[in-house]
């Protein structure tokens, strides 16, 4: 499946952007969907994650009560909304792809299959 990530830019801190993620070359609704993110010289790192059947989602600490996670799979496309951002949430967003099994842990980037090219989010302050 290829991923195509778009949305990101220029916000003051408190501001908000929704990301998306749109999906093609496969069967979207098959897939656990996942959001990572990666500050300049440090490593990649989960942000939120929904499942493919159930919708449940999962949140990285920091991002909790400010980010959500969703996904249409009529459209192929998941998006994140992000409020309340902060200068510590730029960085560049990448959406990924998984076909693991349910019980997997979706915060960990091994998990996924597939990966879009990332989208720059940049929070002044």
């Known amino acids: 499946v290829q991923l195509q990530a778009s949305g990101g830019g220029l916000v003051k801190a408190g501001g908000s952007l929704r990301l998306s993620c749109a999906a093609s070359g496969g069967t979207f609704r098959n897939y656990h969907m996942g959001w990572f993110r990666q500050a300049p010289g440090k490593e990649r790192d989960f942000v939120a994650a929904?499942?493919?059947?159930?919708?449940?989602?999962l949140y990285e600490d920091s991002v909790k009560g400010r980010f959500t996670v969703s996904r249409d799979n009529a459209k192929n496309t998941v998006y994140l909304q992000m409020n309340s951002l902060k200068p510590e949430d730029a960085a560049v967003y990448y959406c990924?792809?998984?076909?693991?099994?349910?019980?997997?842990?979706?915060?960990?980037?091994?998990?996924?299959?597939?990966w879009g090219q990332g989208t720059l989010v940049t929070v002044s302050s």
């Open positions: 990924a792809a998984s076909r693991v099994v349910s019980g997997a842990d979706f915060s960990k980037l091994y998990n996924y299959n597939f």
């Open positions: 929904i499942k493919r059947s159930s919708g449940s989602t």
